[in-house]
């Protein structure tokens, strides 16, 4: 299988014409490639240029057209507000969509923040940009960046992020020979992406806004093996001629050995994000109230907090992070609950301020559904039925290892996501169970990473068996009342049945 070839370019302002001008060039030369990603301003900067936009985003019918899959997420500029709230209603839009809005045949919006898999590379985005303003396109609110802080916990290796502005101090540690002249690092940069970098460690960070080319020195990660290459792209059609595209082949890190992630070339340094913040930072931080910075401690897990600053006690509260990616680190110790029904409905396109808040701010101009979808089922019904079938589901369920009627002395090894155990009534001798350690009601719910793990079980026991004669076949045993996931592994003897 060939890797993936990628395109990437800074900001668009509308002149897609020079864009896929030069698009085509490359691609004649040193394609084909798979796609195209547009970091900072998408949208023109003057109503002077609408009419070259527009024949892009009206295709079809003798118009220009987009010449290979394009994603953006500069949702801001001239004629914005109207291409996206049409896009927005479209019925192909509706649901749970972090793969792009479609706008036109081979254009989409990453719209807000999400994480999606194309050709093998895991991508990450953050749309718009910074603001006070409370905007509907353009910028990106609190729950975008806390989405992106509950992505950051997920296993594996992030191949792309892609945001509009640069991070703060992303100069930091670099050699200042290759800086670009006149950089001034308080202008089109963002320190809540700097803050956000550092955590989800992404191999590739791509950024806008600023105007100008920079290929930083790659720098390694805290507590990962892997290091990053930033690269900020200069605007389509600068009259200064600075690279405005860029193109990648990049193996994704799903498939690369240790060794291939880990290697390290010369000229890495350390990360930018780790020196002592300067003094404006300072002055920013210490403006921060007691009750902020205490929240900022759990922002990893308990982000729906933040919400949350009235009424009864936690117990009520849904955990953001379960909800957007269906685990949580803190497991037992989670002071918030852990909703499957409020997760399915998630990822059935119900709006997530509507499952934790019981309302949406966005109301009518909202991309998601803005009822519970259970015929008929009344939200405060629902959520009182959840609390109380779920404030004790890892507590009852027998192969939840956080409940106290788990059977310990049953078990013979656990792993990072599954475990295996004796079962309590075997069908035959030498009966085994693999068995998840998430709370989850089939294996096919469960992360690609976790699979490999479950593989690697399965083998062994195989081989285990093999060697002492027998053979292993191995089942999933799913009903819609089983809440568990687990695999059956049932022996037989191989001389047996061929005497047979």
Known sequence: MSTPRILLCGDVLGRLNQLFKRVQSVNKSAGPFDALFCVGQFFPDSAEQLEEFTDYIEGGGGRSQIPLPTYFIGDYGVAAPKVLSTASRNSANLGFKMDGFKICDNLFWLRGSGKFTLHGLSVVYLSGRQSSNGQHFGTYSQDDVDALRALAEEPGVVDLFLTNEWPSGVTNRASASDIPAGFLDTTGSDSSVSELVAEIKPRYHFAGTKGVFYAREPYSNVDAVHVTRFFGLAMVGNKDKQKFIHAISPTPASTMSAAEISMKPPNTTLSPYTLVVDKTALEEVTKRSTAS?????????????????????????????????????????????????????????????????????????????????????????????????????????????????????LIISIGEFYYCALPKGPLVQDHVLVIPIEHAPCTLSLTQQSNSELVKFQNSLKLYYKNRGKEAILFEWISKRSSHANIQVVIVNVFRCLMK
């Open 293 to 409: 910075v205490s929240d900022s401690q759990y922002w990893r897990y308990d982000v729906s907090h933040k919400r949350h600053k009235s009424g009864s006690g936690e117990g009520n509260k849904l955990c953001f992070k379960f909800i957007y990616s269906g685990s949580c680190p803190r497991g037992e110790k989670c002071n918030f609950q852990h909703d499957m029904d409020a997760r399915e409905q998630y990822l059935g396109g119900v709006c997530l301020d509507f499952l934790i808040k019981g309302k949406c701010e966005r109301g009518p101009d909202c991309n998601f559904k803005h009822n519970l979808q259970n015929e008929g089922e009344s939200h405060s019904r629902r959520r009182r039925g959840s609390e109380n079938d779920n404030g004790n589901r890892s507590k009852e369920c027998w192969f939840c290892l956080s409940s106290p009627n788990v059977e310990s002395h």
